[in-house]
């Protein structure tokens, strides 16, 4: 696993560590053994702010970053094991999920994959708001995952 330039033909796939998003996950690894091509395991993250401004301080903000580069790389590993059997990279970006998916796949992406709600959904929704916002802009196709189908 990887930060390498975008790949042309790339799966981009949504974590955050959610149920839906690991499913989201294993299905987009599957896919990407089937097409040959590499999987972009993809997570926000976003500084805390109080008050009137950002409760960063100056320097946190590349803590904040790796803390969230080794969240989701634990995330991949629980996921899909320490040797996965296609190429998986990781991208964390600084934004709203919906954002930072979409940035993610303007970037050459075949494919984007996301759970159909993760860690900030309710419990019976049909559609989170960073997949529904995801199906209403992305520039490729896009695949949500639902239940356990795998």
């Avoid at 904040?64 to 790389?73: G, I, M, S, T």
């Avoid at 320490?82 to 954002?99: C, H, M």
Wanted: aromatic content about 4%; hydrophobic content about 45%.
């Amino acid at each position: 696993m990887a930060q390498e330039p975008a790949l042309e033909g790339k799966i981009v796939v949504g974590v955050d560590g959610s149920e839906q998003s690991k499913r989201a996950l294993r299905w987009a690894v599957q896919q990407a053994g089937l097409t040959h091509t590499v999987v972009e395991a993809v997570m926000a993250w976003e500084p805390p702010f109080s008050g009137w401004g950002s409760a960063v301080q100056v320097g946190e903000e590349a803590q904040l970053e790796n803390l969230a580069r080794k969240v989701l790389a634990e995330n991949v590993e629980k996921t899909v094991g320490s040797q996965p059997p296609v190429d998986i990279r990781l991208r964390v970006g600084e934004g709203t999920p919906a954002w930072v998916l979409l940035a993610a796949a303007k970037e050459r992406a075949s494919l984007l994959v996301v759970g159909h709600r993760g860690l900030g959904g309710f419990e019976g929704a049909l559609l989170g708001s960073v997949g529904q916002y995801c199906v209403q802009h992305a520039p490729c196709p896009v695949v949500v995952v639902r239940g356990s189908a795998i």
